[in-house]
């Protein structure tokens, strides 16, 4: 496929520079009048800054349920029926126990994936949503749709700690001997998982690519 | 009806807009093995690969299978001192069924059987008409974009690792032994990565277009080899699949 202006020194012409409106699902262009894909279905969208709200409420949402999945206890472990002890282990606590364990390796993937993963999706999509619509130089654009494209693919391993928690609860349950439950961590560490995914998928990366103005220009002439 | 490498700049048929940095390009019918990039922010447009469509139903349809077998087959077992516990795919997911944590019971099992289970489906429902010069079934189109909503949401791999950071935990209370249950997950997962692989979104959306779902009469005639002579013959030969910048 190529451009459809035949010189190479012009500025690349976006959808929305023509006066179109190109379908994020399939990539079909339409009329900006258009309010659906006529092919996939889709909802049209102009980039716009607004849409960048969806992305702050959803990363407001993942933050406020990151506080209390690293506060309360994740795993409940009763060893001989609480006369070895009853442990409560939250995520750190968890991670912890694996290093004297010494199984390292394990420790380091549930520490990635639990604790740095989302640490870092929710910096880096701060980040791409205060700096989305600015100008930027090329280099900086292909930057900025990298570091979306890492978060869009490893977000989704944080649910590892999940997964985790409910198949030692499920298998763990020899009676007298040693039991398992999941804490209530559990729940908000997932729903906190599920806010930045949705987060990051709300973010439109078309408006990484150039600085647009705050309102679209049917609005203004409008006004 | 527009014709192949035309394009109408009002209407913005015949263009594609790439869905990462909105930048124009001229849709043209490639042919399979060749890759068409975004000139501006390289994000892959699309990549048809022959037979696709035949594989992708193969390995949705296999996936099926072993879905069912990892749901109703043992998962895990384990046992210390004379006591034992086994446990299988929905024993995973019912761990969070008592009290207040039931909705993460329903979400789990979304997750790791439903959506996996759904998606596969939907693949074999959009594309098994299709191979051929087949005609696509009705809501096609609608069932294809679920499909690709949900795809995020199907974490089958994330649970495979999952269980093993989990057999590492237990490895040091007891002894454990895999059932029939966790091979299958694992198969599932190289099945679930090399359909993925094979799947190119765009040419699924270029035929249901072309064999008769909503057109508006935008469709390009897709006569590859000669759409193919064409680029090559007005861009000078060699790689012409969209290389970056080709213009």
């Not at chain 1, 339409?30 to 309010?35: L, R």
């Not at chain 1, 607004?50 to 949402?61: E, N, Y």
């Not at chain 1, 309360?72 to 939250?90: D, I, N, V």
């Amino acid at each position: 496929m190529r451009a459809p202006d035949a010189d190479d020194d012009a500025p690349v012409l976006t959808a929305h520079r023509a006066g179109l409106v190109g379908c994020r699902g399939c990539g079909r262009v339409w009329p900006e009048d258009c309010a659906a894909c006529g092919r996939c279905g889709t909802r049209l969208s102009s980039p716009d800054r607004r849409s960048l709200q969806a992305v702050w409420a959803w990363l407001a949402a993942g933050l406020i349920f990151y506080i209390p999945a690293n506060l309360l206890p994740m795993l409940k472990t009763q060893t001989f029926a609480g006369l070895r002890g009853s442990s409560e282990a939250t995520i750190i606590g968890g991670v912890i126990e694996l290093v004297h364990y010494g199984s390292y390796g394990v420790a380091a993937i549930v520490f990635v994936a639990s604790v740095i993963v989302p640490i870092g999706k929710f910096i880096v999509i701060a980040w791409l949503a205060r700096v989305a619509g600015r100008p930027a130089t090329v280099e900086a654009a292909h930057t900025r749709l990298r570091a979306l494209e890492a978060i869009e693919f490893i977000g989704r391993w944080s649910m590892i700690d999940v997964f985790v928690v409910a198949i030692l609860s499920a298998l763990v349950q020899l009676g007298f001997v040693a039991t398992i439950h999941p804490g209530p961590a559990a729940v908000s560490f997932a729903l906190s998982v599920a806010f930045t995914m949705l987060s990051a998928q709300s973010f439109d990366p078309r408006l990484i690519w150039r600085g647009l103005p705050l309102r679209t220009r049917r609005d203004r002439t409008a006004a | 009806m527009i014709e192949a490498g035309n394009y109408d700049i009002r209407t913005g048929a015949g263009l594609i807009a790439c869905p990462r940095c909105d930048a124009l390009h001229v849709e043209t019918e490639l042919t399979p093995g060749e890759t068409a990039r975004c000139v501006r922010c390289h994000t892959v447009l699309a990549r048809p690969r022959e037979g696709a469509f035949t594989q992708i139903v193969a390995l949705s349809v296999t996936s099926m299978v072993l879905m069912v077998a990892a749901v109703f087959f043992p998962f895990l077992e384990i046992s210390r001192m004379g006591f034992g516990n086994a446990t299988s795919l929905f024993g995973v997911a019912m761990a969070f069924s008592d009290g207040w944590l039931m909705p993460l019971t329903v979400a789990v099992l979304g997750f790791i059987v439903a959506l996996p289970a759904l998606r596969a489906a939907l693949l074999v429902y959009v594309l098994l008409p299709m191979r051929g010069q087949g005609l696509p079934a009705r809501h096609a189109g609608a069932a294809f974009r679920l499909s690709e909503i949900l795809r995020p949401w199907s974490m089958a791999e994330i649970f495979v690792i999952g269980t093993s950071v989990a057999l590492v935990k237990v490895a040091g209370l007891a002894n454990v032994s895999l059932g029939p249950a966790f091979w299958a997950f694992c198969a599932l997962i190289v099945v679930g990565a090399a359909s993925d692989a094979f799947t190119c979104s765009t040419s699924i959306w270029d035929t249901l277009e072309d064999r008769g779902a909503s057109t508006d009469g935008r469709e390009v005639v897709p006569d590859a080899p000669a759409a193919a002579a064409n680029r090559a013959a007005v861009e000078g030969g060699g790689d012409a699949a969209a290389r970056p910048g080709s213009a």
